[in-house]
Nanobody
Framework: QVQLVESGGGLVQAGGSLRLSCAAS????????MGWFRQAPGRTREIVAA????????YYTDSVKGRFSISRERAKNTVYLQMDSLKPEDTAVYYC?????????????WGQGTQVTVSS
């Protein structure tokens, strides 16, 4: 298992920016990819962005393309999600997750979540 701790959430006005961080510990050598998911009230959890730990291959859901950027700093076992041009519909709890095999699936380790609220 991999332990994940998110930070960086908060309240921001529409059009603003936030950067989320996710620090990983434990069996990180087993990690193939890291991802950011979000869950808004009354909605199912969805993948927002993901990155492979080795090659740095990325994935973004359509609604955040051109606004969000995922990156990783392997020396610190940390993944970041830079969120720009935020919209009220980006409001959700954001979760960091680790996958041993897939880029967009098979995530089996989860952080506790961090709230992002975008006001209009």
């Amino acid at each position: 298992q991999v332990q994940l701790v998110e930070s960086g959430g908060g309240l921001v006005q529409a059009g603003g920016s936030l950067r989320l961080s996710c620090a990983a510990s434990g069996r990180t050598v087993m990690t193939y990819a890291m991802g950011w998911f979000r869950q808004a009230p009354g909605r199912t959890r969805e993948i927002v962005a993901a990155i492979t730990w080795g090659a740095g291959t990325t994935y973004y859901t359509d609604s955040v393309k051109g606004r969000f950027s995922i990156s990783r700093e392997r020396a610190k076992n940390t993944v970041y999600l830079q969120m720009d041009s935020l919209k009220p519909e980006d409001t959700a709890v954001y979760y960091c997750a680790a996958s041993p095999r897939g880029l967009v699936s098979e995530y089996d380790s989860w952080g506790q979540g961090t709230q992002v609220t975008v006001s209009s």
